[in-house]
């Protein structure tokens, strides 16, 4: 099955600095991307996505770039708030010739923006 | 538009006692998941339904756990007995197509606390 590894664990940074989240999947047949912000007490959210056919996606302050040769794909954040404080999951999902499947979990990085 | 319901949000039980969940899923949403989620863990699947139907199990602990979505809408996760391992936040997710498309709405989750 997929496997996904998450860097950093724990990221922090000043406020207006930017932040890089790293990950990496193991299945070849991986073709969604999602990004997902937990806040405490809360669940996911999804923040911005990518699929296989396109290699970097923007939204505002946030983008997401992936690498599928070398099987990466790492999320940035620019100009950060305090508000961006939150945990960070990335995930992967294999695609319909691999017979659809559901979301594989990083472990998460803790962002911390300080003031 | 109504998110993802969870009650309860907190569950404080003793060891051997059985649990309920319960989730009302974004109105029009064929798709449900459950996953767990330990502490600094990203969500793991439990189960998928699309509609009434159990597609995806493979990774519910039978003997213990047992989940049901009779009508293809609110769904409820069951365990009896709970064990001290079994501490952690279950996520309830729908999404509007099957596992190959459509984002994920999660709800806050229910936090179990196992004694």
């Known amino acids: 099955g997929e496997n996904v590894e998450q860097h950093p664990s724990t990221l922090s940074v000043q406020e207006g600095d930017s932040a890089v989240i790293k990950c990496t999947y193991s299945?070849?047949?991986?073709?969604?991307f999602p990004w997902y912000k937990q806040e405490l007490g809360k669940g996911p959210q999804l923040i911005i996505d990518?699929?296989?056919?396109?290699g970097e996606k923007k939204d505002q302050r946030i983008a997401v770039t992936l690498n599928k040769t070398a099987k990466h794909f790492s999320l940035h954040i620019t100009e950060t708030q305090p508000e961006d404080s939150a945990v960070y999951f990335c995930a992967a999902r294999p695609g319909p010739n691999s017979g659809y499947s559901t979301l594989t979990f990083g472990k998460g990085t803790m962002l911390l923006v300080s003031p | 538009e109504a998110g993802v319901v969870q009650s309860p949000r907190y569950k404080i039980i003793e060891k051997k006692q059985p649990v309920a969940f319960w989730c009302n899923p974004i109105s029009g949403h064929n798709t449900l998941y459950w996953y767990l989620q330990n502490l600094g863990q990203g969500p793991e699947l439990l189960i998928r339904y699309e509609n009434e139907e159990a597609v995806d199990d493979s990774q519910l602990p039978k003997d213990r756990f047992s989940a049901e979505r009779l009508k293809g809408v609110d769904s409820t996760l069951k365990i009896q007995p709970a064990e001290l391992g079994d501490s952690a936040v279950y996520l309830c997710?729908?999404?509007?197509?099957?596992?190959?498309?459509?984002?994920?709405?999660f709800g806050p989750g229910t936090r179990l606390t196992v004694l």
């Open positions: 997710a729908s999404s509007l197509a099957g596992a190959g498309g459509g984002e994920q709405f």
């Open positions: 299945d070849s047949a991986s073709n969604y």
């Open positions: 990518i699929r296989s056919n396109v």
